[in-house]
């Protein structure tokens, strides 16, 4: 006949499971997804400031970046306002974990845009609009009347993307940074899974 376990069983057990619990938040966020908070409002009115998304890590081992995609990447090095962190080791492991379930608020060391140009592409911003390789660039995602503030002809290189924020007069994107690399990607947002009432595939 099997026993109840006793209490001091239970408390033995609870920062085992803690553990574990953390052990494989870090392996998912690391290897497989992680949600994401949404800290600007670069990419309204598809994402407002506060909505949880979830980021697939694996998108890009199945296919490159595609024009239209949503990417979370990490903010290249001319725009970093935070220092390097001098936390310890475990610090960072459980602040990476509640960051990745989405409790946490990131810090800006990464950013969430759009893909819109692609290496070997030629993007311009003119007359309100974005043109690539000389074609006026149909963008359905953004709300009727929206205008891009023109931008020089520039030629993304390879190995490269060129990403702006749908919220096109205030996004610090592409047109202030430059070009991103593939590299510095994180994944792709797939889902939008906060709040509850705007759940959907993005």
Known sequence: METAPSRGQVAREIPLLLALA????????TFLAQAFFIPSGSMIPQLDVGDRVVVSKLAYDLHDPRRGDIVVFDAP??????????????RRAVRGVLQSIGVLQPSTEEYIKRVVGLPGETVLGRNGHVFVNGRELVEPYLPAGVATSDFPPVTVPKGDLWVMGDNRTNSSDSRVFGAIKESSVVGRAILRVWPGSRTAFL
Not at 23 to 29: G, N, R, T, Y
Not at 78 to 85: I, L
């Open 22 to 29: 953390i052990l494989i938040a870090f392996l998912v966020k």
């Open 77 to 90: 090095p001319t725009v970093r306002a935070t220092p390097p962190s001098h936390e310890s080791g475990a």
